[in-house]
């Protein structure tokens, strides 16, 4: 079955440093890999996606992430963190291996940015 | 962009009381929706794929008729929590894919319901 994981649960980074919130993947087949945030008490917003072509792909609100094959990875990266950016963040795969499709969501990751 | 709308946002209402959420899709069609319920601090929980015309999936372990789907239209599907009880109390939120092929859904802004 396909699967993500985030293995931390939160990450804390100072204002102006860069960020990083992890993500391994197992799929059977070509991942088809995304990125999400949530704000508190609201649905979530997508950041980016990987298909296919390059391996670093550049998403909304200056985020971007790498995807990784060797390592089965799918990193969530930005160069300088912003308090705003202090979010739920989620990682999903794209499943269709029961014949119908839907998205499989990681636990989340929550991201404060300290002033 | 494409906008999922949901409502209610918020609900509160006495044990044994059924409680009705739309998800409309405003400005695009869609054929397939997706209903998740979250925990506090935790991920989002699959519970069913809603259908238009069709009847919905649902996932191991959610009771379908606790959690009625109902897909009419091209842009509404509505999940209904029939005589709920407090342990059914939780953050539900709906979702879209824009289109078919790996597309990023769109997600409504959620619904918390509580259950006294």
């Known amino acids: 079955a396909q699967s993500v994981a985030q293995p931390e649960d939160q990450v804390n980074v100072a204002e102006g440093n860069p960020l990083t919130v992890k993500c391994t993947y197992s799929v059977s087949g070509n991942p088809y890999l995304f990125w999400y945030v949530q704000y508190p008490n609201r649905g979530l917003q997508f950041l980016l996606k990987?298909?296919?072509?390059?391996?670093l792909v550049k998403g909304s609100y200056g985020f971007e992430a790498e995807f990784n094959k060797s390592q089965t990875s799918f990193h969530l990266k930005k160069p300088s963190a912003l308090v705003s950016d202090s979010a739920l963040y989620f990682c999903?795969?794209?499943?269709?291996?029961?014949?119908?499709?839907?998205?499989?969501f990681g636990t989340g990751t929550r991201l404060k940015v300290l002033a | 962009g494409a906008v999922v709308s949901q409502h209610p946002s918020w609900v509160i209402c006495k044990s044994g009381t059924s409680v009705k959420i739309e998800c409309r899709s405003l400005?695009?069609?869609?054929?397939?929706m997706f209903w998740y319920r979250q925990f506090p601090k935790q991920s989002l929980m699959l519970m069913a794929t809603?259908?238009?015309?069709?009847?919905?999936?649902?996932e191991q372990g959610v009771e379908k008729d606790k959690f009625l789907i109902n897909h009419a239209s091209l842009t509404l599907s509505t999940l209904t929590v029939t005589s709920a009880h407090p342990e059914d109390s939780s953050f539900y939120i709906c979702?879209?894919?824009?289109?078919?092929?790996?597309?990023?859904?769109?997600f409504g802004d959620g619904t918390r319901l509580s259950i006294l």
């Open positions: 809603s259908n238009e015309g069709s009847k919905a999936t649902y």
């Open positions: 999903a795969v794209f499943d269709s291996t029961s014949g119908t499709y839907k998205y499989i």
């Open positions: 990987y298909i296919t072509g390059d391996n």
């Open positions: 979702s879209a894919p824009s289109g078919t092929d790996y597309q990023p859904q769109h």
């Open positions: 400005d695009f069609q869609a054929t397939t």
